[in-house]
């Protein structure tokens, strides 16, 4: 049996979404205290897509697909030796974490373009004006990182 291909937009959308708070939630150690507040709240955003779209991937008849642990923690290590290796740890840090965040721009995207339930289409595209609004608080820490 083929796996249906928004089924497969919508996975790709959880995916994007689990990377990103693997890496905002592990970077405690090496972001300045006052940035936890925003790297929390955009973790909590992430993760509140991801129960909404499971929710509706199961709504469709599937599964969600479960993400390797091991690719997510190999993730987070490229960023941690990154940011290790960076002149700026905290300049490095936002940078993997604006990619992820185009990245999961263009996974709502594709998701978009298929046929999905109203409330599905209503929660990606609200996430969309979420990520711009993670890439304009990534930008200004990056500017005054």
Not at 56 to 69: I, N, T, Y
Not at 115 to 128: G, I
Request: proline residues 3%.
């Amino acid at each position: 049996m083929l796996i249906e291909e928004r089924i497969v937009a919508l996975n790709d959308v959880v995916a994007n979404a689990q990377r990103l708070v693997t890496v905002y939630r592990g970077e405690d150690e090496r972001v300045p205290e006052q940035q936890h507040a925003v790297f929390a709240r955009c973790a909590q955003d992430h993760e509140s897509l991801i129960a909404q779209v499971e929710g509706c991937v199961r709504e469709l008849g599937a599964l969600p697909r479960e993400e390797d642990p091991e690719r997510l923690g190999l993730d987070k290590l490229f960023v941690d030796l990154r940011s290790l290796l960076a002149e700026d740890p905290m300049a490095a840090i936002v940078e993997a974490l604006l990619t992820g965040e185009q990245e999961l721009h263009t996974a709502l995207q594709e998701a978009l373009q298929h046929e999905l339930p109203q409330a599905a289409a209503a929660t990606l595209q609200a996430h969309q004006d979420t990520v711009a609004e993670h890439r304009q608080t990534l930008e200004a820490l990056k500017a005054g990182a």
